[in-house]
């Protein structure tokens, strides 16, 4: 069975204090690995796609990680405005195309 | 523009009574989903559909009910058969083919409470 855990659950931050968020994962035949930003009340918006280990991808102040067993997500030097919680999901290959397992998330708050 | 509307956003219902979430994209995406999320944990796929009048359980899809007679539209019913139903609801869509069948574009939630 296909599992997400993520840690720590929750991360509080002074501006410009970096940091890094874990995803640790077991999928069978890893398709992808998923991460996604979540505003109190609101659904989930997509961050970053990860396809195989040492792959990274970055957008502003987060940088996504992939190893064969967790990703990170790096955030340096964070602002207010990145406080969410960030959700991490796994696509395996024995699921099938659609279907993602998501981690319980980490709630990220930055204090200006 | 493009996206996913769910409504009403908030909905409160009695013990006993049967209630739909409303879910329509305009993105054309071809797969549907509805996911349940619950504080503290993350999110549990209910139902899934990849093609118009087909749709699959998810991983609790006990007490819920979907239908999809077009395209665009994915409404979830929550029964009375569901013993704890409240919790914030997401629809979301995707392309069915390719690598980004994985990225999800989500609607806003319904969050429903029983009374």
């Known amino acids: 069975e296909d599992q997400v855990t993520q840690s720590p659950e929750a991360l509080r931050l002074q501006e410009g204090e970096s940091s890094s968020l874990n995803c640790s994962y077991t999928?069978?035949?890893?398709?992808?690995l998923f991460w996604y930003r979540q505003d109190p009340g609101k659904g989930p918006e997509f961050l970053f796609t990860?396809?195989?280990a040492g792959e990274e991808k970055e957008k502003e102040r987060l940088k996504a990680t992939l190893t064969k067993k967790e990703s990170f997500l790096h955030i340096t030097a964070p602002k207010p405005e990145d406080s969410a919680t960030y959700l991490c999901?796994?696509?395996?290959?024995?699921?099938?195309?659609?279907?993602?397992?998501f981690g319980q998330g980490t709630r990220l708050t930055i204090n200006p | 523009d493009g996206g996913i509307t769910q409504s009403p956003k908030y909905l409160f219902r009695k013990e006993g009574q049967n209630v739909t979430l409303s879910c329509e994209q305009n993105?054309?995406?071809?797969?549907m989903y509805w996911y349940r999320q619950d504080p503290g944990q993350g999110l549990r796929l209910i139902y899934y559909?990849?093609?118009?009048?087909?749709?699959q359980k998810g991983d609790i899809a006990e007490g819920y009910s979907v239908s999809r007679e077009k395209k665009e539209s994915f409404p979830l019913t929550v029964t009375s058969a569901q013993k704890n139903p409240t919790a914030f609801y997401l629809c979301?869509?995707?392309?069915?083919?390719?690598?980004?069948?994985?990225?999800?574009?989500f609607g806003e939630g319904s969050r429903l409470t029983v009374l």
């Open positions: 979301a869509s995707s392309p069915l083919w390719g690598r980004n069948t994985g990225e999800l574009f």
């Open positions: 999928v069978s035949g890893l398709r992808g």
């Open positions: 990860l396809y195989s």
């Open positions: 999901a796994v696509q395996g290959g024995i699921q099938g195309a659609q279907k993602l397992v």
């Open positions: 993105l054309n995406h071809d797969a």
């Open positions: 559909s990849q093609i118009v009048n087909d749709f």
